[in-house]
């Protein structure tokens, strides 16, 4: 019966032994072939082909609004507001009276003034002609020389009398045009300190008021000097192709949006703030409607240079490590994906500038990246990106670690 039993069981494990012998055959002539993946089961990848292009590059700095001219308003002369003539917070013109100091005592001045010079050159006439005759008597010996001398003694002396008096014409006459404080510049003009009937001293320590030139408008930016240095650097090494001209200058309001008028750089300072260690860049922009107001907090997008050899990879094809190491997955000639270190510039848009881990021609993977090794083949095919309706629009650059 054990033998029956051990038989039996033998037989019943034929049938599974004969399929475990066929499976091991057939796996021992497939070892034999090429084990390579075949192209259909492959990792679709997207990719985008790296290459070289011209870029203007910018740097986008904080900064102020200051007016473009101030003038305070002081009185020339002592004497009584009788009026004021503008609207606090209006818009004045070159040239506008603002205030009236009583001009009664002034013309009272300029007419004492008029009326003595006037005397003095009635009598020219008489002193003169009797000069005149005394020098002919004189040469026919009718007059003594002394008689002469005191004729003509007495031309010079209303003479110099005479222009005596037009200066003090001419100083009554300023005077009495200063009654009529009138606006310097054109501007936006302030709050006024006197009222009507105030008393005022010539050239007194507080301002009437003050008007602000707001068209056009100055902005104010600090530029560190590290950054200074490192463009003038790359200006040198023949990185970066500088703009000798004043180059055009972008303004992006406190609430994020654009400024419609473009401005010029106009100056850099020459002394840095030793506090900061900045400079100051000084850009002008014009102010039609008024939009910008002093002491508004914007940021300039000013040009740097132009980079005309640089590789922009798109920010989706960039990862970064535990370390936060940027890097980037490419695919070799062989379809095998491989891995670059990165070192980064700047954004510019919806791209990264690259410096260093890339060369024109390489395919960077910026779809499928997922659980993607080095070494694995895969099937790529080009990145069709969607036409973004904003990409024609001057595209906003900021360092890495912004």
């Given at each position: 019966?054990?033998?029956?039993?051990?038989?039996?069981?033998?037989?019943?494990?034929?049938?599974?032994?004969?399929?475990?012998?066929?499976?091991?055959?057939?796996?021992?002539?497939?070892?034999?072939?090429?084990?390579?993946?075949?192209?259909?089961?492959?990792?679709?990848?997207?990719?985008?082909?790296?290459?070289?292009?011209?870029?203007?590059?910018?740097?986008?700095?904080?900064?102020?609004?200051?007016?473009?001219?101030?003038?305070?308003?002081?009185?020339?002369?002592?004497?009584?507001?009788?009026?004021?003539?503008?609207?606090?917070?209006?818009?004045?013109?070159?040239?506008?009276?603002?205030?009236?100091?009583?001009?009664?005592?002034?013309?009272?001045?300029?007419?004492?003034?008029?009326?003595?010079?006037?005397?003095?050159?009635?009598?020219?006439?008489?002193?003169?002609?009797?000069?005149?005759?005394?020098?002919?008597?004189?040469?026919?010996?009718?007059?003594?020389?002394?008689?002469?001398?005191?004729?003509?003694?007495?031309?010079?002396?209303l003479n110099a009398r005479i222009r005596?008096?037009?200066?003090?014409?001419?100083?009554?006459?300023?005077?009495?045009?200063?009654?009529?404080?009138?606006?310097?510049?054109?501007?936006?003009?302030?709050?006024?300190?006197?009222?009507?009937?105030?008393?005022?001293?010539?050239?007194?320590?507080?301002?009437?008021?003050?008007?602000?030139?707001?068209?056009?408008?100055?902005?104010?930016?600090?530029?560190?000097?590290?950054?200074?240095?490192?463009?003038?650097?790359?200006?040198?090494?023949?990185?970066?192709?500088?703009?000798?001209?004043?180059?055009?200058?972008?303004?992006?309001?406190?609430?994020?949006?654009?400024?419609?008028?473009?401005?010029?750089?106009?100056?850099?300072?020459?002394t840095v703030d030793q506090t900061t260690?900045?400079?100051?860049?000084?850009?002008?922009?014009?102010?039609?409607?008024?939009?910008?107001?002093?002491?508004?907090?914007?940021?300039?997008?000013?040009?740097?240079?132009?980079?005309?050899?640089?590789?922009?990879?798109?920010?989706?094809?960039?990862?970064?490590?535990?370390?936060?190491?940027?890097?980037?997955?490419?695919?070799?000639?062989?379809?095998?994906?491989?891995?670059?270190?990165?070192?980064?510039?700047?954004?510019?848009?919806?791209?990264?500038?690259?410096?260093?881990?890339?060369?024109p021609g390489d395919q960077v993977i910026?779809?499928?990246?997922?659980?993607?090794?080095?070494?694995?083949?895969?099937?790529?095919?080009?990145?069709?990106?969607?036409?973004?309706?904003?990409?024609?629009?001057?595209?906003?650059?900021?360092?890495?670690?912004?």
């Open positions: 019966m054990a033998l029956y039993g051990i038989m039996n069981n033998m037989a019943r494990f034929k049938p599974l032994s004969t399929l475990l012998l066929a499976g091991f055959l057939l796996f021992g002539c497939n070892g034999d072939a090429n084990t390579t993946m075949p192209a259909s089961t492959r990792r679709q990848v997207s990719t985008v082909t790296m290459h070289r292009q011209e870029v203007t590059l910018t740097m986008e700095l904080s900064g102020r609004t200051t007016p473009f001219r101030i003038a305070e308003i002081r009185p020339r002369l002592s004497g009584l507001i009788q009026r004021r003539l503008f609207t606090e917070g209006s818009d004045v013109k070159e040239g506008e009276v603002l205030y009236l100091i009583d001009p009664a005592p002034f013309q009272a001045e300029y007419n004492n003034a008029l009326a003595g010079l006037k005397q003095a050159q009635a009598q020219l006439q008489s002193v003169g002609s009797k000069a005149e005759r005394y020098e002919k008597l004189l040469k026919a010996k009718t007059v003594s020389q002394q008689d002469y001398d005191d004729a003509a003694s007495a031309l010079n002396e005596s008096l037009q200066a003090s014409l001419e100083i009554a006459r300023i005077n009495l045009g200063y009654t009529k404080i009138t606006a310097p510049i054109p501007g936006r003009i302030g709050k006024s300190s006197v009222t009507d009937g105030a008393i005022v001293t010539a050239y007194q320590n507080t301002a009437l008021t003050s008007i602000q030139q707001l068209d056009p408008i100055y902005v104010d930016v600090p530029q560190s000097t590290t950054e200074l240095l490192r463009i003038r650097n790359n200006v040198g090494k023949g990185q970066l192709k500088s703009n000798s001209q004043q180059p055009p200058v972008q303004l992006i309001l406190e609430d994020g949006t654009l400024y419609p008028h473009e401005g010029r750089l106009q100056f850099s300072d020459v260690g900045t400079v100051t860049l000084r850009a002008i922009f014009p102010n039609p409607d008024k939009t910008l107001l002093p002491g508004m907090f914007v940021k300039a997008v000013v040009q740097e240079g132009v980079e005309k050899q640089a590789l922009l990879v798109p920010q989706q094809g960039v990862s970064r490590d535990h370390r936060g190491a940027p890097f980037a997955m490419i695919v070799d000639e062989g379809s095998k994906v491989q891995r670059r270190p990165l070192v980064l510039d700047r954004a510019i848009g919806d791209k990264w500038l690259v410096t260093s881990g890339l060369a910026v779809e499928g990246l997922q659980r993607l090794h080095p070494g694995m083949e895969v099937t790529a095919s080009p990145f069709d990106s969607p036409k973004d309706p904003s990409a024609d629009a001057q595209p906003r650059q900021q360092n890495p670690g912004e």
